[in-house]
T-cell receptor, first 116, second 111 residues
Framework: EAQVTQNPRYLITVTGKKLTVTCSQN?????MSWYRQDPGLGLRQIYY???????DKGDVPEGYKVSRKEKRNFPLILESPSPNQTSLYFC???????????????FGEGSRLTVL | DAKTTQPNSMESNEEEPVHLPCNHS???????IHWYRQLPSQGPEYVIH???SNVNNRMASLAIAEDRKSSTLILHRATLRDAAVYYC????????????FGQGTTLQVKP
């Protein structure tokens, strides 16, 4: 089954404790992206990757890192999480986006992160 | 950056058509118009996209104004399952990976 898988789905952590949210897709997509969703602010893009070893900042990259060492995985790294990073995070991927800015984005089910 | 403006919320009766408007007056010539929806407790899902011509698929229709400064997502017969937040999104010219979602329209469907 074609899917985007995020882990963990739920996490409660403490300020300063490094964590990684993994994202994996099994559709051979070139484009992958991370978003956070907060009440009243909608979905905001954190980072995106047009292809392996190619990443770029979205609208709200501060406090986050990403890497794209292989096509299927695009982990989101919070080196020193703070309470303002408490949010619902979504990963997405697309086959055609990198070439044409069109096509369908497939989203994961979300990861709810709480930083105390 | 190109932005979209949508009403915060709309209501519809079940089995009636729904027209969800979106204004994008600063759209560039090569920006595509995309629509996604987010059902409760789920990630967004693709609905439809277009450039200049009206588009139809199994889920909905997209009507794009001739000057491309606005568009309308049409659900031909709303069902209770269509209750969701609908996002109108523009890609950014230059084949970048940036995507701006905006606040979206919360659609309520009444039985």
């Amino acid at each position: 089954e074609a899917q985007v898988t995020q882990n963990p789905r739920y996490l409660i952590t403490v300020t300063g404790k490094k964590l990684t949210v993994t994202c994996s897709q099994n559709m051979n997509h070139e484009y992958m992206s991370w978003y956070r969703q907060d009440p009243g602010l909608g979905l905001r893009q954190i980072y995106y990757s047009m292809n392996v070893e190619v990443t770029d900042k979205g609208d709200v990259p501060e406090g986050y890192k990403v890497s794209r060492k292989e096509k299927r995985n695009f982990p989101l790294i919070l080196e020193s999480p703070s309470p303002n990073q408490t949010s619902l995070y979504f990963c997405a991927s697309s086959y055609r986006w990198a070439q044409t800015n069109t096509g369908e984005l497939f989203f994961g089910e979300g990861s709810r992160l709480t930083v105390l | 950056d190109a932005k979209t403006t949508q009403p915060n919320s709309m209501e519809s009766n079940e089995e009636e058509p729904v027209h969800l408007p979106c204004n994008h007056s600063t759209i560039s010539g090569t920006d595509y118009i995309h629509w996604y929806r987010q059902l409760p407790s789920q990630g967004p899902e693709y609905v439809i996209h277009g450039l200049t011509s009206n588009v139809n698929n199994r889920m909905a229709s997209l009507a794009i104004a001739e000057d491309r400064k606005s568009s309308t997502l049409i659900l031909h017969r709303a069902t209770l399952r269509d209750a969701a937040v609908y996002y109108c999104i523009l890609t950014l010219s230059g084949n970048t990976g940036k995507l701006i979602f905006g606040q979206g329209t919360t659609l309520q469907v009444k039985p």
